[in-house]
């Protein structure tokens, strides 16, 4: 069985490349995804790429996700800071995940501090850029599990 990534990127990651490069850099979404594909295609796993702006549609494809993946990596983006109902989410599903962010948002605002997902994740990586997601992924290919024959 082939494993497989979720790839969760939350509200105004969209506009990545765009918005306030002084922070984010002028990588594009697409660029990101791309390149985590071509990185998890190298080690035998499956990446599946979803953005939304919107917490239920999140929410919505974390449910659709159980059993289908191995692993989630997510950038919940503003929603890590405010959202039970990712975090409820996330352990709902029983998905082993990693949270992460291009920035390190102990260097920003106060509100950016708190996580709501933090506590409940394998790891957590924050400040390396999008190369964030490169260390993610690495991560969930030598440490994810094989879900079950039975979850499916």
Same mark, same amino acid.
Do not use: W
């Given at each position: 069985?082939?494993?497989?990534?979720?790839?969760?990127?939350?509200?105004?990651?969209?506009?990545?490349?765009?918005?306030?490069?002084?922070?984010?850099?002028?990588?594009?979404?697409?660029?990101?995804?791309?390149?985590?594909?071509?990185?998890?295609?190298?080690?035998?796993?499956?990446?599946?790429?979803?953005?939304?702006?919107?917490?239920?549609?999140?929410?919505?494809?974390?449910?659709?996700?159980?059993? #289908?993946?191995? +692993? *989630? $990596?997510?950038?919940? =983006?503003?929603?890590?800071? /405010?959202?039970?109902?990712?975090?409820? @989410?996330?352990?709902?599903?029983?998905?082993?995940?990693?949270?992460?962010?291009?920035?390190?948002?102990?260097?920003?605002?106060?509100?950016?501090?708190?996580?709501?997902?933090?506590? #409940?994740?394998? +790891? *957590? $990586?924050?400040?390396? =850029?999008?190369?964030?997601? /490169?260390?993610?992924?690495?991560?969930? @290919?030598?440490?994810?599990?094989?879900?079950?024959?039975?979850?499916?």
């Amino acid at each position: 069985m082939a494993r497989s990534i979720l790839l969760i990127n939350g509200p105004n990651l969209n506009l990545l490349g765009t918005r306030e490069p002084h922070l984010y850099g002028s990588d594009t979404l697409d660029n990101v995804v791309s390149s985590a594909q071509k990185q998890a295609a190298s080690l035998s796993i499956a990446i599946d790429a979803f953005q939304s702006n919107h917490e239920g549609a999140i929410i919505d494809r974390i449910h659709a996700a159980r059993g #289908k993946v191995d +692993a *989630v $990596i997510i950038n919940a =983006g503003a929603l890590t800071h /405010t959202s039970v109902g990712i975090r409820d @989410a996330l352990t709902g599903v029983d998905i082993p995940f990693v949270e992460v962010h291009v920035t390190n948002v102990h260097m920003r605002e106060s509100f950016r501090h708190q996580s709501y997902l933090s506590d #409940k994740a394998e +790891a *957590v $990586i924050c400040g390396l =850029g999008v190369y964030g997601y /490169t260390a993610s992924i690495e991560f969930a @290919a030598r440490h994810m599990k094989p879900r079950k024959q039975s979850q499916l």
